[in-house]
């Protein structure tokens, strides 16, 4: 066994592979292997060391002829069934009964890729089977019907009926180009890459995905899924040798290599900047006056050269995302849009480096471009500020060290980048996480004019770029949605009778397929754990209730590595009235100038000292009642102990010191909040349609509505419109928001670290609490005058229907409803939504409805709902929901399928935790009330689960799928068809 190799010495390659490479990567903490498999040809890397997290993932060199979507349409289908898997669906029967910490597969423009992880060594090796056997034998060559409901189909139930497309890439991609950034973000790669495989959209665009065939997907399949196309990433603690010989006997040996063309090949670079227009849907009655995008983007040959990107990295942070970033700021100050953006991209053989703006007047694009030249010149000729470039490494820095990515799998992270590199260059596979090097060679260049030089390089002497802009088109989509329908009739109109009568046969057949389970025996041979494979007891909290200067301290003791992460939580619950402009006011600070330093300095300030400073709200219900809740305004921060002085600096100086009396900049963070919430509730509808939809009979999610979703939505609006008569009244209720807001009375100080980190608190902290008292004291008395002169927003839960019409061409549908008074046992109810989510919802509204997603969600005070994602219809999938109460009632299943449910359950329960995850938890946990010994029991009732208690649970269902509670964003013909679904339908404007 060769587990967590520390030296060459320790491992036996197995004879069927080449050594090309061993080597200690400290970056990644790892031992990394670069090997080849001799007969097939197939590249191996294997990172090796003590996380037992462990990560498998495949890729292939994927590139598109085409935007008919074939890759895409390939990673859904290779994962329904297989050779040895033979299941219809052997990736849901998998995320339904594993142990699996990610599951998932992904198309990028050029490549796709097959990963999963897990904790369980067991779970790991049945989830890599799985995967390889999907990718190299799937089942797409028996069944065409997998094609078809994955794909696109023509579906006609009746010879009266209109012929219409379906299928679940098809619907996916309609949902994404209902995105104007989506839009613009397509054409532009597509013109700057105009002879290469990144002109086409490899996800598919809906006007072309139903002109790619059987045939032509199959080809596709048979051309690039070969080891010699592929490859394979290992991490974690695992018997290296024994993987490696799993790999070889199983799938590689008989695989003979063979010459797979899929080489990028280079963009020729332009000889001049193209200038170029389109298009981007909006309503038919919408303002057009202020609603223009322009984009500027170049090209630039550095993927390979990761210093570089590292370097632009820096760059566009500094140039364009910073607050008050020059670029951005150039920009706003000269009136040419409301919300400014970009990237850095380096996923691709040829990085691009774009900025673009929005809500612009037409005919400023030449406006848009001087500005941006004039800026980039005069920055190179004066010289980029050395602190703000040394303070963005450092941030960039921190980031990298600190490696927390969340739920998300570190080795995931790392598998992901080393394709930046390893997809066009088999001699450097893993230079993007070797950054020691690079961020001390850009120390070095702090002073000198190399940042200077690279922006005089790429972006301004850069003949090969793009600019372009894009206006709205009022009724595009209703053209295009009848362009569609036209083509489709005159397809019909071309049809025999007998060739009709196929077409209805044909969708009786499809419909047949989707709902024929698959035989007991096929199941059986999805691989699967028993229950005692799963531990049993919670994982426990880490709360030490300790004091400073008589501030009560919750101490999360637990190993960061020299990383504090500490939270100052104040209690608001007499501000409930005012959470909108309370949750505005959390966006502000940090973002506003201090009496100290400008917005952009207090920034540069921040990363050159801490991992950042935030601040939000928060909503913690206690005693499981939806309408019993604590409110906090929480402020943030991540730093280096020996850096905690400086960081309680600047939160004391952002939360005490901050200004509002800088009129031009508010009006901007107002019109740059509203953009981006409507960008975020349009790309997310399926969460902002259910928060809604729960509002309507719960107080605390009435609150996350109004601080987070549609209701905080409408404030920004109305500030957006009459920010004029607003501003004055603004300005005074943040400032009395601060004055009620932080007081030490009700102060939780919340850390989490070692001791070695409390102690250092213990030392800083009276200093911090020392500017608090003195805050406190100059409260000049006017607090509440101010308040009285702002809109009150009272949480009064009221039962309503609406629908948000937007130019998207599918729907987000969401019910809710409260089982508060329904008896139930809240572990089965964990089982039952995985059960619902993986099982019955996914069938109806996903497989046979053609929706991207749906999911249901039980919370422990009560509330409920189901919400669907990128869905084509809207009150079928009402009706699925409503028949979930049935489908639990009349539940059938042996002990091996109730086993593999609770199995899957266990798995979304027993998320690996990061420190500040794990320190999180046991706050929360702290601050609702919920007990250890209640964890437990839940879990007992998860892992001791019966037929009889998912059986019982059919009238929690009921309460929960009340279509008298309802929330739908969608299309604007699909919502006007069902008005009478609505007591309310408005644009979201």
């Known amino acids: 066994m060769a587990a967590s190799i520390k030296d060459i010495s320790q491992v036996n390659i197995p004879e069927a592979y080449e050594l090309i490479k061993g080597e200690f990567v400290s970056e990644a903490g790892s031992f990394v292997l670069t090997l080849r498999h001799k007969l097939s040809h197939a590249r191996v890397l294997v990172f090796s060391n003590e996380d037992e997290n462990k990560v498998f993932n495949i890729g292939f060199r994927t590139p598109p002829k085409d935007s008919k979507g074939v890759p895409h349409i390939i990673e859904h289908t290779v994962l329904c069934g297989s050779k040895n898997f033979p299941v219809k669906d052997p990736f849901v029967e998998l995320v339904k009964g594993s142990l699996n910490t990610y599951l998932n597969a992904t198309t990028y423009p050029d490549k796709t890729m097959y990963p999963v992880a897990s904790c369980n060594d067991k779970d790991f090796k049945n989830l890599m089977y799985v995967y390889m056997d999907a990718v190299f034998y799937p089942n797409i060559y028996h069944y065409e019907e997998i094609f078809k409901q994955e794909g696109w189909h023509y579906e006609l139930d009746n010879e009266d009926d209109e012929i219409t497309y379906n299928g679940v890439v098809y619907n996916e991609m309609k949902g994404a180009y209902s995105s104007e950034e989506r839009v613009l973000e397509c054409f532009v790669m597509s013109q700057l890459f105009p002879d290469n495989t990144y002109c086409q959209e490899s996800g598919g665009d809906p006007r072309h ?151 612009a007047k037409k005919g400023q694009k030449q406006d848009f471009y001087r500005v941006i030249r004039e800026t980039l010149e005069k920055l190179v000729a004066e010289g980029i500020d050395r602190k703000v470039l040394e303070a963005a490494i450092n941030g960039m820095e921190f980031k990298e060290r600190e490696a927390d990515f969340g739920s998300f799998p570190k080795g995931l992270l790392y598998g992901t980048r080393i394709f930046k590199t390893w997809l066009y260059n088999d001699n450097d596979p893993y230079s993007p996480l070797c950054y020691d090097e690079y961020y001390a060679f850009l120390r070095e260049q702090l002073g000198t004019d190399y940042f200077e030089k690279l922006i005089q390089a790429y972006l301004l002497d850069n003949p090969h770029a793009v600019l372009v802009d894009m206006v709205p088109e009022p009724g595009l989509a209703e053209k295009m949605e009848e362009e569609t329908a036209k083509k489709l009739r005159e397809y019909k109109e071309s049809l025999s009778a007998e060739e009709i ?98 917005y952009t300095e207090f920034d540069t300030e921040t990363n050159f000292y801490t991992g950042g400073i935030t601040s939000d709200l928060d909503i913690y219900c206690c005693n499981r009642d939806s309408d019993d809740y604590r409110l906090k305004f929480e402020v943030r921060t991540k730093v280096l102990r020996n850096h905690l002085k ?89 400032r009395a928001l601060l004055a009620k807001a932080f007081r030490r009375e009700g102060l939780l100080v919340s850390i989490t670290g070692a001791d070695a980190e409390y102690a250092e608190l213990e030392k800083e902290l009276p200093a911090f609490l020392g500017r608090l008292a003195s805050f406190e004291e100059s409260s000049t008395g006017d607090e509440e005058s101010a308040l009285s002169k702002m809109t009150k927003y009272i949480p009064v839960p009221v039962s309503n229907q609406e629908g948000f019409t937007t130019p998207a061409e599918i ?51 009560g509330d409920g709902y189901f919400t669907s994602y990128r869905d084509p219809n809207l009150s079928s999938t009402i009706d699925v929901y409503e028949g979930a109460a049935d489908y639990l009632e009349n539940y059938t299943a042996d002990e091996r399928e109730i086993t593999k449910t609770i199995i899957g359950t266990i798995s979304g329960m027993d998320v690996p935790l990061t420190p500040n995850m794990n320190g999180s938890r046991s706050l929360t946990g702290y601050l609702s009330g919920i007990t250890e010994e209640e964890l437990q029991k839940e879990r007992n009732q998860v892992l001791n689960c019966s037929l009889e208690d998912i059986r019982s649970l059919a009238p929690v269902m009921r309460a929960v799928a009340d279509s008298s509670n309802l929330c739908v964003i969608g299309n604007e013909r699909h919502l006007t068809d069902e008005k009478e679904l609505f007591a309310v339908l408005k644009p979201l404007s």
């Not at 942070?317 to 150039?330: F, R, T």
């Not at 909290?541 to 939270?567: A, M």
């Not at 046979?848 to 997603?853: H, I, L, Q, S, T």
């Open 811 to 861: 729907q987000y549908v969401a019910v809710g409803g409260s089982f508060a008074g329904v008896p139930h046992n809240f572990g089965a109810l964990r089982v039952a939504r995985h059960l619902l989510n993986y099982d019955y919802l996914w069938n109806e509204v996903r497989v046979k409805g053609g929706a991207y997603g749906v999911a249901c969600q039980f919370q422990r005070e």
């Open 501 to 598: 009568g196929k077409l209805i046969a044909d969708t009786k057949a499809l419909k047949a397929y989707q709902e024929e389970a698959s035989p007991k025996e096929m199941l059986e041979k999805i691989p699967m754990l028993k229950r005692e494979d799963i531990r049993k007891e919670i994982r426990p909290y880490h709360n030490e209730e300790k004091q400073i200067d008589g501030i009560k301290v919750l101490h999360h003791n637990i190993p960061t590595n020299d990383i504090v992460y500490l939270r100052m939580l104040f209690d608001i619950d007499g501000l409930e009235d005012y959470l909108p402009q309370a949750s505005f006011l959390s966006t502000l600070l940090g973002y506003m100038d201090t009496q100290k330093h400008t």
């Open 646 to 734: 400086e960081a309680l600096d600047l939160m004391a100086e952002m939360m005490f010191e901050t200004l509002f009396t800088d009129e031009k900049h508010l009006r901007e963070v107002v019109a740059e909040g509203r953009s981006r919430l409507k960008v975020r509730l349009l790309t997310s509808g399926h969460q902002a349609a259910a928060s809604r939809a729960t509002s309507c009979f719960s107080k605390s999610s009435w609150l996350n509505d109004h601080y987070l979703g549609i209701g905080y939505y409408e404030y920004l609006v109305q500030l957006d419109e009459h920010f004029e008569e607003e501003k004055e009244r603004l300005a005074a209720g943040c």
């Open 209 to 359: 995905i139903p002109d790619l065939t059987y045939q032509d997907y199959l080809d596709f399949h048979r051309t690039y899924y070969h080891p010699s196309n592929s490859y394979i990433y290992l991490y974690g603690d695992m018997d290296v040798e024994e993987r490696l010989v799993f790999m070889d006997e199983q799938y590689l040996r008989h695989f003979p290599a063979i010459s797979v063309d899929s080489e990028i090949p280079l963009q020729k670079p332009f000889g001049s900047m193209k200038e170029l227009t389109t298009s981007y849907a909006v309503a038919k009655d919408a303002d057009c006056t202020e609603k223009t995008y322009y984009a500027f983007a170049t090209v630039m040959d550095v993927t390979l050269d990761q210093k570089i990107c590292k370097a632009f990295e820096v760059l566009f942070y500094v140039l364009v995302e910073m607050p008050g970033a020059p670029l951005k700021q150039a920009l706003l100050d000269a009136g040419i849009g409301s919300d400014v953006d970009g990237e850095f991209c380096d996923i691709l053989r040829q990085s691009m480096f774009s900025i673009s703006t929005k809500n």
